[in-house]
C-alpha cells in the first residue's frame, strides 16, 4: 500500500474516489429514513413498497469500503487502489443514477443510432390522464403507439421519395417524475428525423433506403397534436377510463386541451457530442445532487432546473419531505424506462441493418448493409471506461507512474475488509443509520409552552358594574 508515501505526478489528472457518506443527501437519508419508514407505515397509511425500502438501503451501502471492495494494482511501481462496491440502484443513487444514465446514452450512440438526423418529441397529457398511466404499463403502451403513428405518417408525407411501408426508428423514454420533484408522466420521443425502406441488393441480401424529412411546419406538428389529442381521448373512452362527455369537453378545450407536443430540438447527424447529450438529457434521472442545498437544520433547498415563469425557482423542504419526494419517484422494479420503436423495435427485420450503421458514416438517401459488419462488443460498458467517459479521466490508470492498472481481488470476507482498512487508515465500520426517533420540533415548542404558560389563577373574575342582557332575539 504505497499511496501514502509517494507524491502523485501532477501532468495528468487522477480520478478521485467518491465519498458518498460526505453528500449532503446521504447524511439526509442515513439521519431520517428509519424515522420516515415509521411515519410511512403508521396505521392510517399503508407501508411504502418493499423496492422502495430496499433502494434506500442499498444507497446506504453503495461506495463504502466497509462493505467490501475491489483491489485494483500497478505491476509497475506497486500502488493499490481500492473500488468500493456500488448498488446499482435505480432512483435514489445519485451516482448509480449517473452511471445508467450515461451507460444507456453511450450504447445508443455506439450501437443503436445510426449517425443520421435526430429530432426530440415530447408528449404531455392533461393531468386527468396522468393519473391513469402512472402504473400502467399497458396503457402508456397505448399512448405511445398512438403519437408514434401520427408521428410516422407525418414523416412519410414530408420525406420525398418514401413509400407508404417506409418505418420510422425511435427510442421512447417514459418519465415519470417532473423537474420540481413532482409526479409528472410525459413522453420524450428521441426519432430519426426520416423514414425507412427495405431495399434489395444485387447478391441478395438486404438493405435499406432512408429518406430524410424536410419542411416540417408549425401547422404539420399541430396536426399531429390534433390527431394524437382526438385518439388518446377515445382510447381512454374505449377502455371505460372517461366518459364520453367528459372526452367531448377535454376535446374541445382552448390551447391544446393539455395535450402539449414540442418537437424543436433537432441533432445534425454529424453531431455526435449533441447527440448524445440529447441522449443523456432523456436518460436522466428523476433529480440531481447538484441542486440539493442546506438551508438551516431543519430545512433543506433543492433548486428547480427548469422553474415555470410564475412558479417558484426552488422548493423548500424538511427531510422527510425531501425523501416522500424522492421514494414517490423510485421505478417499480422489472417496467423498462425506455422502448425500442419502429425499425428499432426488438424483432423489426430492419434492424439488423439500421444499427450496423452505427459506427459507420451514412450519407443519404441511399443507405446500403455493409458486405462485413464490424463485430462489436456487448452493450455493457466497463466501470472505468463509463467514468473517462464522464469526467475525462482514467480510474485504473496509476497516478504516480501513469502506467494501466489491472483488478486483482474482489474483497468480500468481513474480517479481510476490515483488516486491509485498518492498515490504510480507512474506517473499518460502515456509517450509522439513525434509529426511528419522535417530531424533536413538537416535543421541544410542547416543552416550551409548558415552561412558558404561567400559573392559574382559579380566583373567579369580580362581578360587572353594569348588567348587561346578553339574550338575543332572532
Keep these: 500500500m504505497s499511496a501514502a508515501v509517494k507524491p502523485a505526478l501532477p501532468s495528468t489528472q487522477c480520478y478521485q474516489r467518491h465519498h458518498p457518506e460526505h453528500t449532503l443527501w446521504y447524511r439526509t437519508v442515513q439521519a431520517h429514513f428509519e424515522t420516515w419508514l415509521a411515519l410511512a407505515a403508521g396505521p392510517d397509511d399503508g407501508a411504502p413498497p418493499a423496492y422502495v425500502e430496499q433502494a434506500f438501503r442499498r444507497y446506504l451501502e453503495c461506495g463504502i469500503l466497509a462493505h467490501g471492495f475491489a483491489r485494483a494494482h500497478c505491476d509497475t511501481c506497486g500502488h493499490d487502489f481500492l473500488i468500493a462496491f456500488s448498488c446499482k440502484g435505480r ?27 435526430l429530432r426530440q418529441w415530447v408528449l404531455a397529457v392533461p393531468k386527468r ?13 397505448v399512448v405511445v403507439h398512438i403519437l408514434l403513428r401520427a408521428i410516422e405518417r407525418t414523416l412519410r408525407a414530408h420525406s420525398p421519395g418514401s413509400s407508404a411501408a417506409a418505418r420510422l426508428g425511435a427510442v421512447v423514454f417514459i418519465h415519470r417524475f417532473g423537474s420540481a420533484l413532482n409526479a409528472h408522466l410525459h413522453f420524450h420521443c428521441c426519432i430519426i428525423d426520416g423514414v425507412f425502406a427495405a431495399a434489395g441488393a444485387a447478391d441478395g441480401t438486404t438493405g435499406v433506403v432512408f429518406h430524410e424529412a424536410s419542411g416540417l411546419t408549425a401547422a404539420a406538428l399541430a396536426a399531429v397534436q390534433a390527431r394524437v389529442r382526438q385518439r388518446v381521448l377515445r382510447a381512454f373512452v374505449r377502455r371505460g377510463l372517461l366518459e364520453q362527455g367528459d372526452a367531448d369537453t377535454m376535446g374541445g378545450w382552448d390551447h391544446g386541451g393539455g395535450f402539449s407536443l414540442d418537437a424543436s430540438v433537432r441533432i445534425a447527424g454529424a453531431d455526435l457530442a449533441g447527440r448524445e447529450r440529447l441522449l443523456r438529457y432523456c436518460a436522466r434521472p428523476p433529480f440531481a445532487l447538484d441542486h440539493l442545498h442546506q438551508h438551516d437544520a431543519e430545512h433543506l433547498v433543492y433548486n428547480i432546473p427548469k422553474p415555470h415563469p410564475d412558479g417558484p425557482r426552488a422548493l423548500v423542504l424538511t427531510p422527510l419531505e425531501l425523501i416522500d419526494k424522492v421514494a414517490a419517484l423510485v421505478p417499480p ?67 504516480f507512474c501513469h502506467t494501466p492498472m489491472h483488478i486483482i481481488a474482489f474483497v ?42 404561567p400559573a392559574w389563577d382559579h380566583t373567579p373574575p369580580p362581578a360587572p358594574a353594569v348588567e348587561f342582557d346578553q339574550r338575543i332575539a332572532w
Excluded: K
Excluded at 443513487?93 to 455506439?110: E, G, I, K, Q
Excluded at 390522464?129 to 403502451?141: E, I, P, S
Excluded at 473499518?428 to 415548542?445: F, I, K, N, S, V
Design 412 to 453: 468480500h470476507d468481513p474480517s479481510a475488509v476490515r483488516q486491509t482498512l485498518a492498515l490504510l487508515g480507512e474506517p473499518t465500520r460502515p456509517p450509522r443509520c439513525a434509529a426511528a426517533r419522535g417530531p424533536p420540533l413538537w416535543e421541544a415548542a410542547t416543552a416550551a409552552a409548558v415552561r412558558s404558560a
Design 91 to 117: 432512483g435514489v443513487c445519485p451516482s448509480c443514477n449517473t452511471r445508467r444514465m450515461v451507460a444507456t446514452a453511450a450504447h445508443l450512440v455506439d450501437h443503436v443510432l445510426p449517425p443520421l438526423p
Design 333 to 399: 422494479p422489472r417496467v423498462h424506462r425506455h422502448r425500442y420503436c419502429g425499425v428499432l423495435a426488438p424483432n423489426a427485420p430492419l434492424r439488423a441493418a439500421v444499427t450496423a450503421l452505427a459506427p459507420l458514416p451514412v450519407s443519404a438517401p441511399a443507405v446500403g448493409t455493409p458486405a462485413a459488419a464490424p463485430r462489436r462488443a456487448a452493450a455493457r460498458y466497463l466501470w472505468a471506461i463509463l467514468l473517462a467517459r464522464i469526467y475525462a479521466a482514467l480510474p485504473l490508470i496509476c497516478p
Design 129 to 141: 390522464l396522468r393519473y391513469f398511466l402512472h402504473d400502467d404499463a399497458a396503457l402508456q403502451g
